[in-house]
């Protein structure tokens, strides 16, 4: 998957940081969001589909802390913590609220791109949502992953593996725009060399699953010209 379809978040109160890691990640094809503070960060996820975040620690306001807390409550998008705190326990507690990993600074470009790009990897292969049991429309939809069955109106509905690692991935990112190149990789792989429009089809038969009506769905809607999102309360 190219790196244009991914947005990178850089956060820091460090002028020169935020420039030149903001530089590094549009050098490597990434649409980039930069914030030098927490409160924009967090309005800047908030309006935007943010693929993973590079979040310092330490800032004034609204801390990094609090900022990865606030990120964790509604996504696992992948998290990497820049800090210049070395202690074992900084560390942890860093990793506890809900950072993937975290890089001590000053630091190398090249170990943090690296970091990036086996982030990105491992969030790809990991499709479990926050919870294991997750339901909405006041229980019209429940899916299970601990014991691998959905539920729609308290009757299973079967999926395809390739189906559930559709709306694995929608699930795991609410509200986060899907494009169909994105979709195909999570669920076809990247050696996947058919029609773009095939993840149509999937998409059609989950709706014809899991909606009263497929044609006006309430759950995978589409945005048009860019792709897939879920939309369950």
Known sequence: MRNENKSILVVDDEPKILEVVSALMTSKGFRVFSADNGEEALDIFNRQNITLV????MMPGITGEEVCAQIRKKSRVPIIMLTAKVEEEDVVQGLEIGADDYITKPFG???LYARVEALLRR???DLIPLTLRNSWNNGDLV???KKGILLKKNVVAVLTPTEMKILSALLKYPGKV???EELIIIALGDDFDGYDRAIDSHIKNIRQKIEDDPKNPVY????HGLGYKFGGE
Not at 54 to 57: A, E, F, M, N, Q
């Open 54 to 57: 590079i979040l310092d620690l």
């Open 123 to 125: 969030s790809r292969d």
């Open 220 to 223: 995978i809607l589409t945005v």
């Open 178 to 180: 899907f494009t169909r």
């Open 143 to 145: 899916v299970d992953f």
């Open 109 to 111: 470009l090249k170990e």
